[in-house]
């Protein structure tokens, strides 16, 4: 046989599909690291006490707590109802 007459057969080997496939494999391992990293460093923390002061989550106060003291407003934080003031804006329960 001749060589015009030959055909050689270009199969790729395992070795010649993970070289070309490698960059693909480090894409997806980095952003897989990225999701991992992004997932645990939000949110995790425990919101907090419901309409807070201190509570920064949608369901505390922190922001409107920071814009009337921003007004001049004073803010105090009241743990119970015992504590307060006699110029408090929370009216007092009724006595049943």
Do not use: H, K, Y
């Amino acid at each position: 046989m001749s060589a015009a007459t030959q055909q050689r057969v270009l199969t790729p080997t395992v070795r010649d599909t993970a070289r070309r496939a490698r960059f693909w494999v480090v894409i997806a391992i980095v952003l897989l690291a990225f999701g991992v990293v992004a997932a645990v460093g939000s949110g995790t923390a425990a919101p907090g006490e419901p309409f807070s002061a201190e509570n920064p989550a949608p369901s505390g106060s922190r922001a409107l707590a920071q814009v009337l003291g921003d007004a001049g407003v004073e803010v105090v934080t009241a743990d119970s109802s015992t504590r307060r003031g006699p110029r408090s804006t929370i009216p007092p329960r009724r006595a049943s």
